[in-house]
């Protein structure tokens, strides 16, 4: 019998330190080292120079990255871009939207106006872009003033979209507070109703587009030793071009190559 209790004492006190070392561990902060992953990029017969350019300005230059970002496998949204914001007392903020059109005039995304990127941006008019297409190993990152595009354009776009996506605007007041799903679900309904079938959906007043017009465009390409490449183009007066490190561009660039 004393052996039995003996046995049966040593499992209650192995289960109790177990529990003991699980609890501490739960309630130790979290510290993992993931120092260790990486990828292999591209190696020395893939640099990216600047005989390489396709254009001495930067918006035919993306769109040539861009094209090539399209018919890549595994690249499903080429478009999408990290937008980054930041207060008028500097908080910054960033989320990914979806490049809807570009040219020499910029980049244009169209968001709600309620939420806290547009925010921000009527506090401080300034903005940044970064893709990335991992599986080319590029990205290109833009920084920029951003602008209201006018509301016949957002019209225009809105009545573009899906119908789906055109309620879905409608749905959500964005950034705001809510209770919960549901409380989505049936300001949708209402939205079904309301609207039917084919009833033209107007659109809200808070959504729309902006245009990053650009002072800053970044084409990065990743090497595997990490010494990447990066050419810069920026917004400047030809006098600045000393064609060593500084390279006259058109309408108005000029390029640098930076060190990664």
């Given at each position: 019998m004393a052996k039995l209790l003996s046995s049966y004492h040593r499992q209650i006190f192995n289960?109790?330190?177990?529990?003991?070392r699980m609890a501490a561990k739960l309630s130790s902060p979290i510290a993992e080292d993931i120092g260790a992953m990486r990828?292999?990029?591209?190696?020395?017969?893939?640099?990216?120079?600047?005989?390489?350019?396709?254009?001495?300005?930067?918006?035919?230059?993306?769109?040539?990255?861009?094209?090539?970002?399209?018919?890549?496998?595994?690249?499903?949204?080429p478009n999408a871009m990290c937008l980054a914001t930041a207060s008028k007392d500097g908080s910054p903020s960033c989320r990914y939207v979806?490049?809807?059109?570009?040219?020499?005039?910029?980049?244009?995304?169209?968001?709600?106006?309620?939420?806290?990127?547009?925010?921000?941006?009527?506090?401080?008019?300034k903005a940044a872009l970064t893709f990335y297409w991992e599986?080319?190993?590029?990205?290109?990152?833009?920084?920029?003033?951003?602008?209201?595009?006018?509301?016949?354009?957002?019209?225009?776009?809105?009545?573009?979209?899906?119908?789906?996506?055109?309620?879905g605007a409608c749905t959500s007041h964005q950034s705001?507070?809510?209770?919960?799903?549901?409380?989505?679900?049936?300001?949708?309904?209402?939205?079904?109703?309301?609207?039917?079938?084919?009833k033209e959906i107007?659109?809200?007043?808070?959504?729309?587009?902006?245009?990053?017009?650009p002072h800053v465009v970044e084409f990065w390409q990743g090497q595997s030793n990490r010494v990447h490449d990066r050419i810069v183009f920026r917004k400047a007066d030809a006098s600045e071009a000393n064609g060593t490190t500084t390279f006259e561009g058109a309408d108005g660039w000029v390029f640098e190559r930076l060190a990664p």
């Open positions: 289960a109790g330190r177990r529990s003991l990828v292999k990029y591209r190696d020395r017969s893939e640099l990216f120079l600047e005989k390489d350019l396709v254009s001495n300005e930067p918006i035919s230059q993306f769109k040539n990255w861009l094209e090539e970002a399209c018919k890549t496998p595994g690249i499903l949204e979806l490049l809807k059109s570009y040219g020499s005039e910029g980049f244009k995304f169209f968001t709600n106006y309620s939420s806290r990127k547009a925010r921000d941006l009527a506090e401080n008019p599986p080319l190993k590029r990205s290109v990152r833009i920084e920029g003033s951003c602008e209201k595009v006018s509301a016949a354009e957002s019209d225009k776009y809105f009545h573009e979209r899906p119908r789906d996506s055109q309620l705001s507070v809510i209770k919960g799903r549901e409380e989505l679900d049936v300001r949708e309904k209402e939205l079904r109703e309301k609207y039917g079938e084919d107007d659109r809200p007043e808070e959504w729309g587009g902006y245009l990053v017009v």
